[in-house]
């Protein structure tokens, strides 16, 4: 299993879009995907405060302005992509994770690179193996960190 976390972005260095036409790109390249809004960094402190829960104040100031942004997932053909296009409005770039075995992720990033006028980015992506993902705390969103030899 691998999971390959990387960027979209336009290769003339405009914009993809907007929300509405990178949404619609996307289910062209990957049918089915069920796409929500997150909730808001107000939304989240609500409930954080709801459960009884402190919270820094540099957390507080920093969650208060995170908006709710449009994501969107899809399991198919062996494969799980997820992506996050952002706030609304222009989207510059796509936040996405494709996850699966070696096969099934290479043919999703073809799907990926094959919409003119994208640039799916390895310089901003990361590759995680099983053995990472287990050494990591992933319930913590703490991503495993390269070494200088690139592992």
């Known amino acids: 299993m ?3 976390q990387l960027t979209i972005h336009s290769t003339d260095g405009g914009l993809l879009g907007d929300t509405e036409e990178v949404r619609a790109a996307m289910d062209e390249l990957f049918p089915g995907i069920a796409w929500e809004w997150t909730s808001t960094g107000v939304d989240r402190l609500a409930a954080a405060d709801a ?6 104040h540099a957390v507080r ?18 494969v799980t992509v997820t992506f996050n296009l952002g706030p ?16 099934a992720v290479e043919a999703a ?23 990472e993902r287990d050494a990591a705390d992933v319930t913590m969103n703490v991503k495993p960190r390269l070494g200088d030899d690139g592992r």
């Open 61 to 78: 100031r920093v969650m208060e302005s995170q908006p709710s942004v449009l994501c969107g997932g899809v399991e198919t053909g062996g």
């Open 88 to 103: 609304g409005g222009p989207v510059s770039v796509v936040w996405a994770t494709v996850g699966g075995d070696g096969p």
């Open 2 to 4: 691998e999971e390959l």
């Open 51 to 56: 459960a009884g829960l402190e919270l820094p």
């Open 109 to 131: 990033l073809s799907r990926l690179r094959s919409r003119r006028g994208w640039s799916v980015g390895p310089g901003e992506g990361w590759l995680i193996t099983d053995a």
